[in-house]
Protein backbone atom coordinates (compact mmCIF):
# COMPACT_ATOMS: atom_id res chain seq x y z
CA UNK A 1 0.00 0.00 0.00
CA UNK A 2 0.84 3.41 -0.60
CA UNK A 3 2.32 4.97 2.61
CA UNK A 4 1.08 8.01 2.41
CA UNK A 5 2.96 11.16 4.70
CA UNK A 6 -0.41 12.06 5.75
CA UNK A 7 -1.63 9.16 7.03
CA UNK A 8 1.74 8.48 8.93
CA UNK A 9 1.72 12.17 10.31
CA UNK A 10 -1.72 11.56 11.51
CA UNK A 11 -1.27 8.26 13.47
CA UNK A 12 1.68 8.70 14.62
CA UNK A 13 1.57 12.18 15.93
CA UNK A 14 -2.33 11.60 17.17
CA UNK A 15 -1.53 8.61 18.35
CA UNK A 16 1.28 9.87 20.82
CA UNK A 17 -0.77 12.61 21.82
CA UNK A 18 -3.81 10.42 22.47
CA UNK A 19 -1.00 8.51 24.29
CA UNK A 20 0.19 11.45 26.60
CA UNK A 21 -3.74 12.25 26.82
CA UNK A 22 -4.52 9.13 28.02
CA UNK A 23 -1.90 9.45 30.39
CA UNK A 24 -2.50 12.79 32.22
CA UNK A 25 -6.38 11.74 31.91
CA UNK A 26 -5.23 8.65 34.40
CA UNK A 27 -3.18 11.40 36.93
CA UNK A 28 -5.38 13.66 37.04
CA UNK A 29 -8.57 11.20 37.70
CA UNK A 30 -6.52 10.49 40.94
CA UNK A 31 -4.44 13.62 41.84
CA UNK A 32 -3.49 16.75 40.06
CA UNK A 33 0.50 16.74 39.42
CA UNK A 34 2.59 18.57 41.46
CA UNK A 35 3.33 21.32 38.84
CA UNK A 36 2.63 24.75 38.53
CA UNK A 37 -0.65 25.54 36.54
CA UNK A 38 1.61 27.18 33.53
CA UNK A 39 3.31 23.97 33.35
CA UNK A 40 0.51 21.54 33.51
CA UNK A 41 -1.38 23.72 30.65
CA UNK A 42 1.87 23.24 28.68
CA UNK A 43 1.83 19.39 29.33
CA UNK A 44 -1.83 19.72 28.13
CA UNK A 45 -1.46 21.53 25.51
CA UNK A 46 1.36 19.87 23.87
CA UNK A 47 -0.41 16.99 23.91
CA UNK A 48 -2.93 18.50 22.31
CA UNK A 49 -1.40 20.38 19.69
CA UNK A 50 0.12 16.54 18.74
CA UNK A 51 -3.68 15.79 18.09
CA UNK A 52 -4.55 18.63 16.30
CA UNK A 53 -1.48 18.29 13.86
CA UNK A 54 -1.87 14.67 13.14
CA UNK A 55 -5.82 15.45 12.89
CA UNK A 56 -5.15 18.24 10.13
CA UNK A 57 -2.58 16.64 7.98
CA UNK A 58 -4.96 13.73 7.55
CA UNK A 59 -8.09 16.54 6.59
CA UNK A 60 -5.38 18.45 4.49
CA UNK A 61 -4.62 14.83 2.48
CA UNK A 62 -8.06 14.54 1.16
CA UNK A 63 -9.64 15.59 -2.41
CA UNK A 64 -12.03 17.91 -1.03
CA UNK A 65 -11.05 19.10 2.68
CA UNK A 66 -13.79 21.65 3.03
CA UNK A 67 -16.13 18.79 3.20
CA UNK A 68 -14.33 16.78 6.13
CA UNK A 69 -17.45 17.83 8.24
CA UNK A 70 -19.60 14.87 6.56
CA UNK A 71 -16.91 12.50 7.55
CA UNK A 72 -18.67 12.51 11.53
CA UNK A 73 -21.86 11.84 9.75
CA UNK A 74 -21.48 7.73 9.41
CA UNK A 75 -20.58 6.76 12.88
CA UNK A 76 -22.98 3.65 12.71
CA UNK A 77 -20.99 1.71 10.34
CA UNK A 78 -18.04 3.47 9.12
CA UNK A 79 -14.66 3.21 12.14
CA UNK A 80 -13.43 6.41 10.04
CA UNK A 81 -16.29 8.56 11.05
CA UNK A 82 -16.31 6.81 14.15
CA UNK A 83 -12.79 7.72 14.70
CA UNK A 84 -13.16 11.51 13.77
CA UNK A 85 -16.24 11.86 15.87
CA UNK A 86 -14.08 10.39 18.90
CA UNK A 87 -11.66 12.65 18.05
CA UNK A 88 -13.65 15.82 17.89
CA UNK A 89 -15.43 14.64 21.50
CA UNK A 90 -12.39 13.77 23.33
CA UNK A 91 -11.13 17.92 22.77
CA UNK A 92 -14.64 18.51 25.02
CA UNK A 93 -12.90 16.98 28.33
CA UNK A 94 -9.46 17.97 27.49
CA UNK A 95 -10.60 21.77 27.59
CA UNK A 96 -12.69 21.07 30.87
CA UNK A 97 -9.92 20.19 32.18
CA UNK A 98 -8.07 22.72 30.95
CA UNK A 99 -9.76 25.40 32.99
CA UNK A 100 -10.02 23.35 36.31
CA UNK A 101 -6.16 23.70 36.10
CA UNK A 102 -6.24 27.16 35.74
CA UNK A 103 -8.28 27.85 38.16
CA UNK A 104 -6.84 25.41 40.51
CA UNK A 105 -9.92 23.52 41.05
CA UNK A 106 -10.17 19.79 41.22
CA UNK A 107 -13.81 19.23 42.07
CA UNK A 108 -15.58 15.93 40.77
CA UNK A 109 -16.13 17.97 37.46
CA UNK A 110 -12.36 18.01 36.54
CA UNK A 111 -11.91 14.37 37.67
CA UNK A 112 -14.81 13.18 35.60
CA UNK A 113 -13.35 15.08 32.82
CA UNK A 114 -10.02 13.43 33.23
CA UNK A 115 -11.84 9.66 33.39
CA UNK A 116 -13.16 10.68 30.14
CA UNK A 117 -10.01 12.25 28.19
CA UNK A 118 -8.81 8.61 29.31
CA UNK A 119 -11.38 6.89 28.12
CA UNK A 120 -11.63 8.69 24.31
CA UNK A 121 -8.35 8.90 23.82
CA UNK A 122 -8.36 5.08 23.49
CA UNK A 123 -11.43 4.55 21.86
CA UNK A 124 -10.14 7.01 19.41
CA UNK A 125 -7.17 4.63 18.56
CA UNK A 126 -9.11 1.76 19.22
CA UNK A 127 -10.84 3.31 16.65
CA UNK A 128 -8.08 4.18 14.05
CA UNK A 129 -6.67 0.51 14.31
CA UNK A 130 -10.22 -0.79 13.58
CA UNK A 131 -10.18 0.97 10.55
CA UNK A 132 -7.64 -1.25 8.77
CA UNK A 133 -8.05 -4.03 11.00
CA UNK A 134 -11.28 -4.68 9.20
CA UNK A 135 -10.03 -4.26 5.81
CA UNK A 136 -10.58 -8.02 4.25
CA UNK A 137 -8.55 -6.57 0.89
CA UNK A 138 -5.06 -5.85 3.04
CA UNK A 139 -5.09 -9.35 4.90
CA UNK A 140 -1.60 -8.35 6.75
CA UNK A 141 -3.57 -5.34 8.67
CA UNK A 142 -6.55 -8.08 9.99
CA UNK A 143 -3.49 -9.76 11.82
CA UNK A 144 -4.10 -10.20 15.61
CA UNK A 145 -0.96 -7.80 16.55
CA UNK A 146 -2.48 -4.54 14.64
CA UNK A 147 -4.85 -3.34 16.94
CA UNK A 148 -2.60 -3.95 20.21
CA UNK A 149 0.64 -2.50 18.56
CA UNK A 150 -1.67 0.72 17.32
CA UNK A 151 -2.81 1.53 20.94
CA UNK A 152 0.63 0.61 22.85
CA UNK A 153 2.96 2.51 20.47
CA UNK A 154 0.49 5.51 20.73
CA UNK A 155 0.66 4.86 24.83
CA UNK A 156 4.77 4.06 24.33
CA UNK A 157 5.29 7.59 22.14
CA UNK A 158 3.16 9.54 24.45
CA UNK A 159 4.85 8.36 27.65
CA UNK A 160 8.08 9.06 26.22
CA UNK A 161 6.80 12.87 25.28
CA UNK A 162 5.52 13.01 28.47
CA UNK A 163 8.72 12.10 30.50
CA UNK A 164 10.74 14.45 28.21
CA UNK A 165 8.20 17.34 29.26
CA UNK A 166 8.35 16.68 32.99
CA UNK A 167 12.36 15.86 33.39
CA UNK A 168 12.98 19.53 34.15
CA UNK A 169 10.96 19.86 36.62
CA UNK A 170 12.43 16.90 38.13
CA UNK A 171 9.62 14.61 38.49
CA UNK A 172 11.34 11.53 37.65
CA UNK A 173 10.32 8.05 36.64
CA UNK A 174 9.22 6.30 39.31
CA UNK A 175 10.09 2.39 39.90
CA UNK A 176 6.40 1.42 38.71
CA UNK A 177 6.35 3.54 35.85
CA UNK A 178 9.86 2.26 34.78
CA UNK A 179 8.72 -1.12 34.91
CA UNK A 180 5.34 -0.33 33.37
CA UNK A 181 7.63 1.27 30.68
CA UNK A 182 9.88 -1.91 29.81
CA UNK A 183 7.45 -4.13 30.07
CA UNK A 184 5.19 -2.08 27.11
CA UNK A 185 8.38 -1.77 25.50
CA UNK A 186 9.12 -5.23 25.46
CA UNK A 187 5.48 -6.22 24.75
CA UNK A 188 5.37 -3.81 21.60
CA UNK A 189 9.15 -5.47 20.61
CA UNK A 190 7.01 -9.23 20.36
CA UNK A 191 3.83 -7.89 18.62
CA UNK A 192 6.26 -6.60 15.97
CA UNK A 193 8.43 -9.53 15.66
CA UNK A 194 4.81 -11.69 15.92
CA UNK A 195 3.34 -9.62 12.99
CA UNK A 196 6.55 -9.59 10.79
CA UNK A 197 6.92 -13.59 11.53
CA UNK A 198 3.18 -14.09 10.16
CA UNK A 199 3.44 -11.45 7.16
CA UNK A 200 6.46 -13.42 5.43
CA UNK A 201 4.29 -16.59 5.86
CA UNK A 202 0.89 -15.56 5.09
CA UNK A 203 -0.62 -16.30 1.38
CA UNK A 204 -2.27 -14.04 -0.59
CA UNK A 205 -4.43 -15.05 -3.18
CA UNK A 206 -2.87 -15.11 -6.78
CA UNK A 207 -4.37 -14.36 -10.26
CA UNK A 208 -6.16 -18.04 -10.40
CA UNK A 209 -7.61 -17.93 -7.03
CA UNK A 210 -9.20 -14.02 -8.04
CA UNK A 211 -10.13 -14.65 -11.44
CA UNK A 212 -11.27 -18.10 -10.50
CA UNK A 213 -9.28 -19.23 -13.57
CA UNK A 214 -7.30 -21.51 -11.39
CA UNK A 215 -9.52 -24.26 -11.72
CA UNK A 216 -8.65 -25.00 -15.41
CA UNK A 217 -4.65 -24.51 -14.70
CA UNK A 218 -2.04 -22.43 -13.42
CA UNK A 219 -3.15 -18.55 -14.37
CA UNK A 220 -0.23 -15.96 -15.35
CA UNK A 221 -1.08 -12.63 -15.90
CA UNK A 222 -0.47 -12.03 -19.85
CA UNK A 223 -1.33 -8.79 -20.92
CA UNK A 224 -2.01 -5.64 -18.53
CA UNK A 225 -5.10 -4.13 -19.14
CA UNK A 226 -2.94 -0.50 -19.19
CA UNK A 227 0.28 0.21 -20.46
CA UNK A 228 0.94 3.03 -18.13
CA UNK A 229 0.54 2.77 -14.01
CA UNK A 230 -2.98 3.65 -12.91
CA UNK A 231 -4.74 4.78 -9.21
CA UNK A 232 -4.86 1.00 -8.44
CA UNK A 233 -1.11 -0.41 -9.24
CA UNK A 234 0.33 3.38 -7.63
CA UNK A 235 -1.97 3.15 -4.54
CA UNK A 236 -2.15 -0.42 -4.18
CA UNK A 237 0.97 -2.12 -5.71
CA UNK A 238 3.84 -0.23 -3.57
CA UNK A 239 6.72 -2.25 -3.63
CA UNK A 240 9.95 -0.55 -2.23
CA UNK A 241 9.26 -1.39 1.43
CA UNK A 242 9.17 -4.86 0.99
CA UNK A 243 13.17 -4.90 -1.19
CA UNK A 244 14.49 -2.88 2.28
CA UNK A 245 12.20 -4.44 4.77
CA UNK A 246 15.28 -6.22 5.95
CA UNK A 247 16.85 -3.04 7.03
CA UNK A 248 14.30 -1.09 7.75
CA UNK A 249 12.71 -3.57 10.22
CA UNK A 250 15.90 -3.36 12.52
CA UNK A 251 15.94 0.52 12.26
CA UNK A 252 12.06 0.56 13.29
CA UNK A 253 12.41 -2.08 16.43
CA UNK A 254 16.19 -0.49 17.41
CA UNK A 255 14.88 3.46 17.57
CA UNK A 256 10.44 2.31 18.98
CA UNK A 257 12.21 0.07 21.81
CA UNK A 258 15.92 -0.70 21.59
CA UNK A 259 16.96 3.10 22.37
CA UNK A 260 14.08 4.25 24.57
CA UNK A 261 14.26 1.00 27.01
CA UNK A 262 18.25 1.84 27.11
CA UNK A 263 17.51 5.43 28.36
CA UNK A 264 14.74 4.07 31.01
CA UNK A 265 17.75 1.44 31.72
CA UNK A 266 20.34 4.70 31.91
CA UNK A 267 18.14 6.52 34.19
CA UNK A 268 17.66 3.82 36.67
CA UNK A 269 21.09 3.05 36.79
CA UNK A 270 22.64 6.46 37.18
CA UNK A 271 20.32 9.07 38.16
CA UNK A 272 17.29 10.83 36.85
CA UNK A 273 18.60 13.54 33.40
CA UNK A 274 17.33 15.50 30.88
CA UNK A 275 19.43 14.17 28.03
CA UNK A 276 17.62 10.47 28.14
CA UNK A 277 14.39 11.06 28.29
CA UNK A 278 14.83 13.51 25.60
CA UNK A 279 16.57 11.03 23.33
CA UNK A 280 14.09 8.19 24.32
CA UNK A 281 11.52 10.50 23.02
CA UNK A 282 12.87 11.39 19.85
CA UNK A 283 13.93 8.20 19.13
CA UNK A 284 10.37 6.78 20.54
CA UNK A 285 8.44 8.84 17.94
CA UNK A 286 11.04 8.44 14.86
CA UNK A 287 11.37 4.63 15.75
CA UNK A 288 6.99 5.13 15.17
CA UNK A 289 7.42 6.86 12.23
CA UNK A 290 9.54 3.84 10.99
CA UNK A 291 7.26 1.30 12.22
CA UNK A 292 4.07 3.05 10.60
CA UNK A 293 5.87 3.67 7.32
CA UNK A 294 6.46 -0.38 7.23
CA UNK A 295 3.29 -0.87 8.35
CA UNK A 296 1.45 0.76 5.11
CA UNK A 297 4.21 -0.11 2.50
CA UNK A 298 4.81 -3.63 3.29
CA UNK A 299 0.99 -4.44 3.49
CA UNK A 300 -0.10 -6.01 0.00
CA UNK A 301 -3.70 -5.35 -1.25
CA UNK A 302 -5.45 -8.47 -2.74
CA UNK A 303 -6.35 -6.60 -5.89
CA UNK A 304 -2.71 -6.76 -7.07
CA UNK A 305 -3.03 -10.28 -7.67
CA UNK A 306 -5.36 -9.43 -10.99
CA UNK A 307 -2.32 -7.83 -12.14
CA UNK A 308 -0.44 -10.82 -11.14
CA UNK A 309 0.88 -10.39 -7.93
CA UNK A 310 2.45 -13.26 -6.56
CA UNK A 311 1.17 -15.82 -3.62
CA UNK A 312 4.14 -14.99 -1.84
CA UNK A 313 5.86 -11.66 -0.81
CA UNK A 314 8.67 -11.09 -3.47
CA UNK B 1 -26.39 6.76 3.85
CA UNK B 2 -23.80 3.86 4.07
CA UNK B 3 -26.09 1.35 6.07
CA UNK B 4 -27.10 -1.17 3.53
CA UNK B 5 -30.33 -2.28 2.38
CA UNK B 6 -31.31 -5.47 4.11
CA UNK B 7 -32.53 -6.51 0.79
CA UNK B 8 -32.89 -4.68 -2.63
CA UNK B 9 -35.63 -5.41 -4.73
CA UNK B 10 -34.25 -6.30 -8.14
CA UNK B 11 -30.36 -6.83 -8.08
CA UNK B 12 -28.61 -5.53 -11.78
CA UNK B 13 -25.59 -6.59 -12.59
CA UNK B 14 -23.64 -7.98 -15.40
CA UNK B 15 -22.95 -11.33 -16.47
CA UNK B 16 -19.79 -11.37 -18.34
CA UNK B 17 -18.86 -14.12 -20.64
CA UNK B 18 -14.99 -15.69 -20.39
CA UNK B 19 -15.56 -17.76 -23.29
CA UNK B 20 -16.50 -15.41 -25.73
CA UNK B 21 -14.69 -12.30 -24.99
CA UNK B 22 -12.39 -11.97 -27.52
CA UNK B 23 -10.21 -8.11 -25.16
CA UNK B 24 -10.90 -6.36 -27.82
CA UNK B 25 -11.21 -3.59 -25.10
CA UNK B 26 -14.47 -1.96 -26.48
CA UNK B 27 -16.49 -2.29 -23.34
CA UNK B 28 -13.56 -0.32 -21.72
CA UNK B 29 -13.67 2.65 -24.11
CA UNK B 30 -17.37 2.92 -24.68
CA UNK B 31 -17.90 2.89 -20.81
CA UNK B 32 -15.57 5.99 -20.75
CA UNK B 33 -16.55 7.54 -23.83
CA UNK B 34 -19.96 7.20 -22.08
CA UNK B 35 -19.42 8.52 -18.88
CA UNK B 36 -16.16 10.84 -19.68
CA UNK B 37 -16.30 12.05 -23.31
CA UNK B 38 -18.41 13.52 -25.16
CA UNK B 39 -20.98 16.49 -23.66
CA UNK B 40 -19.30 16.71 -20.59
CA UNK B 41 -15.89 18.51 -22.18
CA UNK B 42 -12.30 16.93 -22.30
CA UNK B 43 -11.18 14.07 -20.86
CA UNK B 44 -10.72 15.13 -17.03
CA UNK B 45 -7.54 12.98 -16.52
CA UNK B 46 -4.03 13.53 -15.76
CA UNK B 47 -1.99 14.52 -19.06
CA UNK B 48 -4.73 12.90 -20.89
CA UNK B 49 -3.38 13.36 -24.53
CA UNK B 50 0.44 12.69 -23.72
CA UNK B 51 2.94 10.76 -22.92
CA UNK B 52 1.86 9.44 -19.28
CA UNK B 53 -1.82 9.50 -19.47
CA UNK B 54 -3.51 9.13 -16.07
CA UNK B 55 -6.97 8.50 -15.33
CA UNK B 56 -10.39 6.94 -14.01
CA UNK B 57 -11.26 3.60 -16.30
CA UNK B 58 -14.45 1.61 -14.62
CA UNK B 59 -13.84 -1.15 -16.89
CA UNK B 60 -9.86 -2.81 -17.07
CA UNK B 61 -9.66 -5.80 -19.16
CA UNK B 62 -6.98 -8.54 -18.34
CA UNK B 63 -5.41 -10.89 -20.49
CA UNK B 64 -4.24 -14.18 -18.73
CA UNK B 65 -2.90 -17.42 -20.01
CA UNK B 66 -4.15 -20.14 -18.35
CA UNK B 67 -0.98 -23.36 -18.53
CA UNK B 68 -3.32 -26.63 -18.51
CA UNK B 69 -0.80 -28.57 -18.09
CA UNK B 70 1.44 -31.05 -20.63
CA UNK B 71 -0.19 -31.98 -23.93
CA UNK B 72 -3.07 -29.55 -23.62
CA UNK B 73 -2.69 -26.27 -25.56
CA UNK B 74 -2.54 -23.09 -23.10
CA UNK B 75 -5.38 -20.58 -23.43
CA UNK B 76 -5.64 -17.06 -23.59
CA UNK B 77 -8.45 -15.68 -21.41
CA UNK B 78 -9.83 -12.31 -22.11
CA UNK B 79 -10.76 -10.80 -18.20
CA UNK B 80 -12.76 -7.70 -18.00
CA UNK B 81 -12.50 -6.31 -14.57
CA UNK B 82 -15.25 -3.72 -13.25
CA UNK B 83 -17.51 -3.19 -10.09
CA UNK B 84 -19.34 -6.35 -9.23
CA UNK B 85 -22.16 -4.27 -7.26
CA UNK B 86 -21.36 -6.90 -4.08
CA UNK B 87 -24.50 -7.18 -1.97
CA UNK B 88 -22.70 -6.32 1.13
CA UNK B 89 -20.30 -4.27 -0.03
CA UNK B 90 -17.26 -3.03 2.50
CA UNK B 91 -16.42 -0.25 0.16
CA UNK B 92 -20.12 1.84 1.09
CA UNK B 93 -19.89 0.81 4.90
CA UNK B 94 -16.25 1.79 5.49
CA UNK B 95 -17.45 5.66 3.96
CA UNK B 96 -17.93 8.11 6.50
CA UNK B 97 -19.58 10.75 4.60
CA UNK B 98 -22.36 8.76 3.33
CA UNK B 99 -21.33 9.68 -0.11
CA UNK B 100 -21.06 5.72 -1.26
CA UNK B 101 -24.18 4.14 -1.41
CA UNK B 102 -26.37 0.63 -2.45
CA UNK B 103 -29.78 1.28 -3.98
CA UNK B 104 -32.74 -0.55 -1.98
CA UNK B 105 -34.73 -0.36 -5.68
CA UNK B 106 -32.07 -1.90 -8.05
CA UNK B 107 -28.57 -3.12 -6.00
CA UNK B 108 -27.09 -0.27 -7.84
CA UNK B 109 -23.63 0.63 -6.09
CA UNK B 110 -22.96 4.41 -6.57
CA UNK B 111 -20.57 7.50 -5.40
CA UNK B 112 -22.63 10.47 -4.18
CA UNK B 113 -19.89 12.75 -6.10
CA UNK B 114 -21.00 15.59 -4.47
CA UNK B 115 -20.38 14.47 -0.72
CA UNK B 116 -17.74 11.97 -1.12
CA UNK B 117 -13.75 13.91 0.25
CA UNK B 118 -11.39 11.95 -1.79
CA UNK B 119 -10.06 10.14 1.77
CA UNK B 120 -9.57 6.70 -0.78
CA UNK B 121 -10.68 4.33 1.55
CA UNK B 122 -13.21 2.49 -0.12
CA UNK B 123 -10.55 1.46 -2.93
CA UNK B 124 -8.92 0.29 -0.13
CA UNK B 125 -11.65 -1.72 1.14
CA UNK B 126 -12.72 -3.14 -2.31
CA UNK B 127 -11.07 -6.54 -2.97
CA UNK B 128 -11.74 -6.25 -6.64
CA UNK B 129 -10.47 -2.69 -7.68
CA UNK B 130 -13.79 -1.30 -9.46
CA UNK B 131 -13.24 1.81 -7.39
CA UNK B 132 -10.53 4.79 -8.77
CA UNK B 133 -9.50 8.39 -7.89
CA UNK B 134 -10.67 10.79 -9.98
CA UNK B 135 -7.70 13.54 -9.49
CA UNK B 136 -8.54 16.20 -11.24
CA UNK B 137 -12.92 15.67 -9.62
CA UNK B 138 -10.85 14.90 -6.24
CA UNK B 139 -13.38 12.52 -5.86
CA UNK B 140 -13.72 8.88 -5.99
CA UNK B 141 -15.51 7.30 -9.14
CA UNK B 142 -16.51 3.77 -10.08
CA UNK B 143 -19.27 1.49 -12.46
CA UNK B 144 -22.38 3.67 -12.31
CA UNK B 145 -24.07 0.09 -14.47
CA UNK B 146 -24.59 3.35 -16.59
CA UNK B 147 -27.98 4.45 -14.50
CA UNK B 148 -28.27 7.12 -16.52
CA UNK B 149 -28.63 4.90 -19.73
CA UNK B 150 -31.10 2.65 -18.08
CA UNK B 151 -33.48 4.26 -17.02
CA UNK B 152 -33.31 6.63 -19.25
CA UNK B 153 -36.78 7.19 -21.24
CA UNK B 154 -35.05 9.97 -24.01
CA UNK B 155 -33.40 7.04 -25.24
CA UNK B 156 -34.94 4.05 -27.73
CA UNK B 157 -35.66 1.20 -25.91
CA UNK B 158 -32.80 -0.84 -27.17
CA UNK B 159 -30.05 1.83 -25.66
CA UNK B 160 -31.56 1.15 -22.36
CA UNK B 161 -28.20 -0.87 -21.21
CA UNK B 162 -24.51 -0.33 -19.92
CA UNK B 163 -22.46 1.49 -22.70
CA UNK B 164 -19.94 -1.66 -22.19
CA UNK B 165 -23.12 -4.15 -23.00
CA UNK B 166 -23.88 -2.47 -25.82
CA UNK B 167 -20.63 -1.96 -27.28
CA UNK B 168 -19.45 -5.50 -26.98
CA UNK B 169 -18.89 -7.12 -30.45
CA UNK B 170 -19.30 -10.45 -29.37
CA UNK B 171 -22.35 -10.39 -26.84
CA UNK B 172 -19.63 -11.27 -24.29
CA UNK B 173 -21.34 -9.16 -21.58
CA UNK B 174 -25.18 -9.35 -20.54
CA UNK B 175 -27.04 -6.83 -18.44
CA UNK B 176 -30.18 -8.07 -16.39
CA UNK B 177 -31.79 -8.31 -12.86
CA UNK B 178 -29.90 -11.33 -10.98
CA UNK B 179 -32.47 -11.31 -8.25
CA UNK B 180 -34.69 -12.91 -10.29
CA UNK B 181 -34.30 -16.38 -11.27
CA UNK B 182 -36.21 -16.83 -14.02
CA UNK B 183 -34.27 -13.56 -16.05
CA UNK B 184 -32.37 -14.24 -19.47
CA UNK B 185 -28.94 -13.56 -16.90
CA UNK B 186 -30.30 -15.97 -14.10
CA UNK B 187 -30.61 -18.54 -16.68
CA UNK B 188 -27.67 -17.88 -18.51
CA UNK B 189 -25.85 -18.27 -15.02
CA UNK B 190 -27.65 -21.56 -13.93
CA UNK B 191 -26.58 -22.88 -17.70
CA UNK B 192 -23.37 -22.00 -17.67
CA UNK B 193 -22.18 -22.89 -14.40
CA UNK B 194 -21.84 -18.64 -13.59
CA UNK B 195 -19.59 -18.18 -10.91
CA UNK B 196 -18.57 -15.38 -7.72
CA UNK B 197 -15.11 -13.37 -7.75
CA UNK B 198 -13.51 -14.10 -4.68
CA UNK B 199 -16.62 -15.76 -3.03
CA UNK B 200 -14.42 -16.64 0.72
CA UNK B 201 -14.06 -12.79 0.84
CA UNK B 202 -17.84 -12.53 1.94
CA UNK B 203 -19.17 -9.37 -0.54
CA UNK B 204 -21.17 -11.51 -2.44
CA UNK B 205 -21.22 -9.97 -5.90
CA UNK B 206 -23.72 -9.59 -8.14
CA UNK B 207 -22.51 -9.64 -11.11
CA UNK B 208 -21.29 -13.43 -12.40
CA UNK B 209 -18.25 -14.50 -14.84
CA UNK B 210 -19.18 -17.52 -16.97
CA UNK B 211 -16.21 -19.29 -17.06
CA UNK B 212 -14.67 -20.62 -20.80
CA UNK B 213 -16.01 -23.50 -22.26
CA UNK B 214 -14.16 -26.80 -22.53
CA UNK B 215 -11.57 -26.88 -24.75
CA UNK B 216 -10.58 -29.88 -27.26
CA UNK B 217 -7.90 -31.28 -25.66
CA UNK B 218 -4.97 -33.31 -26.90
CA UNK B 219 -4.40 -33.30 -30.42
CA UNK B 220 -3.86 -29.02 -29.73
CA UNK B 221 -0.29 -29.42 -29.14
CA UNK B 222 0.97 -32.93 -30.64
CA UNK B 223 2.60 -32.03 -33.66
CA UNK B 224 1.56 -32.91 -36.95
CA UNK B 225 2.55 -35.55 -38.50
CA UNK B 226 5.24 -35.56 -40.53
CA UNK B 227 4.44 -36.95 -44.20
CA UNK B 228 6.74 -39.88 -44.90
CA UNK B 229 8.79 -38.74 -47.25
CA UNK B 230 7.97 -41.52 -50.59
CA UNK B 231 11.63 -42.92 -51.71
CA UNK B 232 11.56 -42.09 -55.41
CA UNK B 233 13.94 -43.37 -58.20
CA UNK B 234 13.43 -40.67 -61.31
CA UNK B 235 16.01 -42.48 -63.61
CA UNK B 236 13.70 -45.20 -63.04
CA UNK B 237 10.95 -43.28 -64.86
CA UNK B 238 9.48 -42.53 -68.30
CA UNK B 239 11.43 -39.45 -70.50
CA UNK B 240 8.75 -37.17 -69.80
CA UNK B 241 7.39 -38.12 -66.34
CA UNK B 242 11.55 -37.38 -65.70
CA UNK B 243 10.98 -34.59 -67.09
CA UNK B 244 8.25 -33.33 -65.23
CA UNK B 245 9.61 -34.20 -61.65
CA UNK B 246 12.62 -32.27 -62.64
CA UNK B 247 10.60 -29.61 -63.78
CA UNK B 248 8.17 -29.61 -60.59
CA UNK B 249 10.83 -29.82 -57.90
CA UNK B 250 12.28 -26.90 -59.18
Known sequence: MHPAFSVIAFTTLSGAGYGLLFLLGLAYARAPLPLSREFALVLIGVASALVIAGLSSSVLHLGQPLRAWRALSQWRTSWLSREGVAAIASLIPVAVLAVAVWHGEFGPVARASAVAISALALLTVFCTARIYTSLRAVPAWTDRAVLPAYLMIGLWSGAHIGWALLAPTGIGLGRAPAIAMVVTGLAIGALKLGYWRRLSTGLLPDAGDVTGLGRLGSV??????????????????????????????????????????????????????????????????????????????????????????????? | MTALPPTTARKLGLVIDLDTCVGCHACAVACKQWNEGGSFGPLPDADPYGKEPLGVWFNRVHTYEVDRGAGKAPMAVHFPRSC???????????????????????????????????????????????????????????????????????????????????????????????????????????????????????????????PPRPRRDGPDLAPAPAEAEEALDPAALPPILRWLDRVLSR
Open chain 1, 220 to 314: RALEAPHTEANYLTREMGFMLARRHRARLRPIALVLLVAVPLACVGWVSWRGPGIGAPLLAAAAALLGAVVERWLFFAEARHVVMAYYGAPAHAP
Open chain 2, 84 to 210: LHCETPACVTVCPTGASYKRAEDGIVLVDEAKCIGCKLCSWACPYGAREYGQARGVMQKCTLCVDRIYNQSLDEGDRQPACVQACPTRARHFGDLGDPHSAVSRLVADRGGYDLGPDLGFKPVNKYL
